[in-house]
Structures are given as structure tokens and as C-alpha cells.
């Protein structure tokens, strides 16, 4: 079993859940027209949106099928630190309990995206003395 497995299907299923839904319930067109067009974007907000959430799902499948791993990894990590830059990090750090809407979900995401890109990586650096 590929030791990154579960990663990568945790990573998969959070793609998914954050994509899917809004293809059949109009909120991507909505975070196209009523964010992304207002935060200058205008008139691509909708098709920017659209992109955003159909990379979610490619990259998904590329991860579950452990296919251009470094590519999926790349364009999701992309994604994940445009939305700090433009939603999470004025919001602060915390998701929940401290603040509201924060980075660190994003944070831990990226973390674990790098980890499925770079499997074992650490391992051979630490276990040979590396550094």
C-alpha cells in the first residue's frame, strides 16, 4: 500500500465536497458574480470560479488515481494560498473557537498536499543523516 494513501484520499474527498455540490446548487455562479467580480475580477469572476472548482475536482481524481501527483499539488496549492491571500488571512488564523473563516484549515491542507508531492522525502533525509 502506498504509504500516502489515506492523504491522498482525504485530500480527494475534501476536493470533492468543496466543488461538487456548488456545480449543482448555483453557488459557484454566485461566488463568481457576487465575490470575484467584486473584488475586481469583473467580467471573468464566473469563469474564474468555475476553473477554481473544476481544478478541485481534476486535481481530486489525479490524486486518487496517484497521477501527476506534483502537477494536481501544484495547482491546488495555488488555489489554496490565493484563497489566504484573498478570503482566510483578513479573517485571521483560526477557523473556529478563536476567530472565524481563518487560514489554518488552508494551512494544514498545503501541509498535506506538499507530503503526498514529497512522500517518504524526510524519511530518507533524517534517516541518512541529512540534513
Known sequence: MNNNLILRLAV???????????????????FG???????GFRPFGIYLAWAIKLSHVFCALLFLLNKYVKWAGIATIFVLVA???M????????????????MEYNFLLICVVLAIMFPGHLNKQVSTGNS
Open 12 to 30: 480527494a474527498i475534501i476536493l470533492f465536497t468543496h466543488s461538487l455540490p456548488g456545480m449543482f446548487d448555483n453557488s459557484i455562479n454566485d
Open 83 to 85: 484563497g489566504i491571500i
Open 87 to 102: 478570503v482566510h488571512y483578513p479573517e485571521g488564523w483560526y477557523v473556529v473557537g478563536g476567530g472565524r473563516n481563518g
Open 33 to 39: 458574480t457576487l465575490y470575484l467580480d467584486e473584488k
